[in-house]
């Protein structure tokens, strides 16, 4: 199953709403998470099936959508929040988007 | 603290061998499907080999099946990625994560194939 994430690359300003949007090639049940990666880090995850946050993940993180199409969303950009964000899907095998890479304006 | 720690990295010549390791701690290891994953330098990530709990599944990518064997032994806590006849598109980063979705992973280790 094909995901494809968009922007590839967003510039963003501390405090701002952010929203990430990733879609599938078809329907993939709720069955999405999200990633964040630092530079030189491996990745962490936030969120799974779709809308739900891990443990220990800031609550300005959220995730939203259903069916192909899926957002994540950072209520208030902080600086440590600049990092490539991967969607991953898990209802057929598993496969990543290209990721979007956030960035400080 | 769930940790999982990656070994076995290097630098080998394209049809060389290697064999990763990734030693778990702080969950109790024998409970959880295990994976691999990759990252190609700049690329994104590429899921390549499962395990399941008890070894009696194993799953693997196309771009790695018949070339790589994932294995396991709970005994050491310890989870093993076999690579023969690499190519040069195997030069990525990778890591062992744990369950689905992957709540845990290593640091990673790097695995160079080139002449």
């Known amino acids: 199953i094909q995901m494809t994430q968009s922007p590839s690359l967003l510039s963003a300003s501390v405090g701002d709403r952010v929203t990430l949007s990733c879609k599938a090639g078809?329907?993939?049940?709720?069955?999405l998470a999200w990633y964040q990666q630092k530079l030189g880090e491996a990745p962490k995850l936030l969120i799974y099936n779709a809308n739900s946050l891990q443990t220990g993940i800031p609550s300005r993180f959220s995730g939203s959508g259903s069916g192909t199409d899926f957002t994540l969303t950072i209520s208030s950009l902080q600086p440590e929040d600049v990092a490539t964000y991967f969607c991953?899907?898990?209802?057929?095998?598993?496969?990543f988007g290209a990721g979007t890479k956030l960035e400080l304006k | 603290e769930v940790q999982l720690v990656e070994s076995g990295g290097g630098l080998v010549k394209p049809g060389s061998s290697l064999k990763l390791s990734c030693v778990a701690s702080g969950f109790t290891f024998s409970s959880y499907g295990m994976h691999w994953i990759r990252q190609a330098p700049k690329k994104g990530l590429e899921w390549i080999a499962l395990?399941?709990?008890?070894?009696?599944?194993?799953y693997y990518a196309d771009s790695v099946k018949g070339r790589f064997t994932i294995s396991r032994d709970n005994s050491k806590n310890t989870l093993y990625l076999e690579m023969n006849s690499l190519r040069s598109e195997d030069t990525a980063m990778y890591y062992c994560?744990?369950?689905?979705?992957?709540?845990?992973w290593g640091q990673g280790v790097m695995v160079t194939v080139s002449s």
């Open positions: 078809q329907n993939i049940n709720n069955y």
């Open positions: 395990i399941y709990y008890d070894s009696s599944n194993k």
């Open positions: 991953q899907q898990y209802n057929s095998w598993y496969t």
């Open positions: 994560a744990r369950a689905v979705p992957f709540d845990y």
